[in-house]
């Protein structure tokens, strides 16, 4: 769900955000984005994210290509590429003329205190990846993973079998584990070929959702890392598909995928 705060300025509590993304009492989604005045001379706009459950976030680069795609139907700006802040980072959004939408996700970000993450609470292992034992409803086992930050925290494990995954116990098990004091999102990979990959994304706040733009940068460079992947890598997701593009340490993360409207709506709200 995207809001134009620019042209109706309108702060939404949380209160009322977790109703509108009730999918039976509300409007139903996964974030909801605000389109705000920039706060900085370098930026277009600020981008602030909520998931469904009125939480603030740093970070959805699904969203940033919708918010991309919103600003120039509505005819907020002509600009292209865009430049936009969010809560720790400046994303540049280029719309093709295909429509697909590219997005400059900055730097991944692998010191444990981006995300934050309390590394010395978990095993380390090979390749940058650590390993803690978690406990769903049903059993305690060891999971390896590998911890990065691009913008929002991540950790991604690869997986032999994504469908036999259990994503909901595994996700929020290991989001609400004490080393991530914050929370994170935990990306479940498959690596079909080493240009093609298969993804599922438990987000915290909001659940298993059907894309996650930032888990699908954190899985392919993770991949790439682990030297298991080779840019570019398209993503599949139950949601679609997005490539990712990353050439290594100390180069940006470039997504690139669709947006496309569902419908729009008003509504009418009491007075800040």
Same mark, same amino acid.
């Given at each position: 769900?995207?809001?134009? +705060? ?16 009730? *999918? $039976? ?22 981008? *602030? #994210? ?10 959805? &680069?699904?969203?940033?290509? +919708? ?15 865009? $430049? ?9 959004? $280029? %719309? ?31 390749? &940058?990846?650590?390993?803690?034992? !978690? =406990? ?20 991604? #494990?690869?997986?032999? @079998? ?22 994170? @999102?935990?990306?479940? =990979? ?13 987000? *915290? &706040? ?10 699908? +940068? ?5 991949? +790439? ?13 139950? &949601?679609?598909? %997005? !490539? ?29």
């Amino acid at each position: 769900m995207v809001v134009d +705060c620019v042209s109706q300025p309108y702060s939404l509590s949380a209160e009322q955000i977790a109703l509108f993304a009730d *999918r $039976k009492l509300g409007i139903g989604f996964d974030q909801l984005l605000q389109i705000e005045p920039a706060t900085r001379p370098d930026a277009d706009f600020r981008y *602030r #994210i909520f998931n469904r459950d009125g939480s603030e976030v740093e970070h959805c &680069g699904n969203g940033a290509r +919708c918010f991309a795609k919103y600003v120039h139907e509505k005819g907020l700006t002509k600009k292209n590429p865009i $430049k936009v802040e969010t809560v720790n980072r400046l994303l540049s959004l $280029k %719309l093709s003329d295909s429509g697909e939408v590219t997005v400059n996700m900055g730097e991944p970000d692998f010191a444990p205190a981006s995300l934050p993450f309390a590394s010395d609470q978990v095993a380390r292992e090979d390749f &940058g990846r650590y390993s803690c034992e !978690i =406990m769903t409803s049903s059993k305690t086992e060891r999971i390896e993973f590998e911890a990065l930050s691009m913008g929002n925290p991540h950790a991604v #494990i690869v997986v032999s @079998n994504l469908d036999a995954v259990d994503v909901a116990g595994l996700g929020e098990a290991l989001g609400a584990h004490s080393s991530f004091p914050k929370g994170v @999102n935990v990306g479940f =990979m498959q690596i079909m070929e080493d240009q093609r990959i298969r993804l599922r994304v438990f987000e *915290r &706040g909001s659940g298993e959702t059907l894309a996650c733009g930032t888990g699908a +940068c954190a899985a392919v460079v993770s991949g +790439c890392r682990q030297g298991l992947l080779s840019s570019p890598v398209e993503v599949q997701v139950r &949601g679609g598909r %997005l !490539i990712i593009e990353w050439q290594g340490d100390g180069a940006p993360v470039l997504m690139t995928g669709p947006a496309t409207t569902v419908y729009e709506g008003t509504l009418e709200l009491p007075d800040n």
